[in-house]
């Protein structure tokens, strides 16, 4: 049992490999986390919601690395690095960034290196997920510059330096977005849909923060594979809609090739919205603080202000718009960030 009240709350959903028409056996997996995460239905927003079921899917509680939807994806990519004979994992982000800690993390797991190259200067204080990542060991280069990119240039320089001292080091694209790691959401999918008729509901909607894309190209490949016929709407945190779409697109095709299907996935299927970045990425938003506030004041749940608290505010805008005032179950996909709220100075508005 986990969570509180109501059937589902209740964390023994059937098993995940039930009916599987998912093969994944000819990928290595290194398995981090005990799966599923819990369902848990939440109340008190029917002022939005109007009656319609909200379903939060808590993969914030991942029982590993301090959890969050990196870590599906990270148990495929340390399976391959590991089948590889790497020693040494080099990934890269922005320093507060969840993809950087879950991949020190795992590193630390399996006994190999960690190096996280950040962009910008070295921050003063040390804190949130930067800190986490020390604790966990990691190695860390800073490239001094603004520019996002200067990122993947430096990992290539470490990779160079590591393999000329003989080592053997494994990239892994900035933020984690690679095909190897949307395989971790496909299966997310099928673990979804096994609690979903365990527990006799079927959301018409999944709802989720994109924001390199590997999450929400996993969830339109899983259902694509699985039939199911939910429709998946992301709010973008970072990217232009445009670019997301075609980030996802891209790693959907590249997932489905390493699984040996020829599926058409859509570029008209990748719904995408717009309007809840607000200042920029990783910058609060007045509406996602405010959602976090109010969820958990109601509900005992944490949002984070880069990714969740911005989509949920995004979802319950669109809501109370009546958008979804015709469905009876929305599904929303809590994936993670905690590590954030310490550290983005959060305002609270009463
Ligand atoms: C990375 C991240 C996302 C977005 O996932 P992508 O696969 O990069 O789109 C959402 N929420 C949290 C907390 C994350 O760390």
Redesign the pocket.
């Known amino acids: 049992m986990c969570g509180h009240g109501g059937a589902l709350s209740e964390c023994k959903g059937a098993k995940v490999t039930q009916n599987s028409k998912l093969d994944v056996g000819h990928l290595k997996r290194q398995h981090l986390a005990n799966f599923p995460t819990c369902l848990t239905a939440i109340h008190g927003f029917d002022e939005n919601l109007n009656g319609t079921e909200l379903l939060i899917k808590r993969d914030?509680l991942i029982d590993f690395g301090f959890g969050?939807?990196?870590v599906r994806?990270l148990e495929f990519i340390l399976g391959d690095a590991k089948q590889k004979g790497a020693d040494t994992l080099i990934t890269g982000a922005g320093v507060l960034s969840?993809?950087v800690r879950a991949t020190a993390a795992a590193a630390a797991y399996a006994g190999l290196g960690m190096v996280a190259v950040y962009w910008g200067e070295e921050p003063k204080k040390c804190e949130g997920n930067h800190l986490l990542s020390r604790i966990l060991g990691a190695e860390m280069h800073f490239t001094g510059s603004s520019d996002r990119s200067s990122v993947d240039r430096h990992m290539e320089k470490v990779a160079e330096d590591l393999r000329r001292a003989g080592r053997h080091p494994y990239c892994i694209p900035r933020?984690?977005?690679c095909a190897l790691?949307v395989i971790g959401?496909i299966l997310a999918v099928e673990e979804v849909a096994v609690q979903c008729r365990a527990f006799k509901t079927a959301p018409e909607r999944v709802i989720?923060?994109?924001?390199?894309?590997?999450?929400?190209a996993g969830w339109i490949l899983g259902s694509q594979i699985l039939g199911l016929d939910w429709q998946i709407e992301g709010y973008t945190?970072s990217r232009s809609v445009e670019e997301v779409r075609v980030q996802v697109h891209r790693l959907a095709l590249e997932a489905a090739k390493i699984l040996g299907l020829d599926l058409p996935v859509s570029n008209q299927n990748i719904v995408i919205h717009d309007g809840v970045i607000g200042e920029g990425y990783g910058i609060p938003s007045p509406e996602g603080q405010r959602a976090i506030v109010a969820v958990a004041r109601r509900q005992g749940i944490f949002f984070?202000p880069?990714?969740?608290g911005k989509a949920f505010a995004g979802m319950m805008k669109d809501a109370a718009r009546g958008r979804f005032s015709d469905l009876k179950s929305i599904l929303f996909l809590h994936?993670?960030?905690a590590p954030s709220i310490f550290t983005s100075g959060i305002e609270i508005f009463h």
Do not use: F, I, P, R
């Open positions: 914030d969050g939807n990196k994806g969840n993809h933020g984690g977005a790691g959401h989720l923060a994109v924001g390199s894309g590997s999450t929400m945190v984070d880069t990714y969740t994936t993670g960030g």
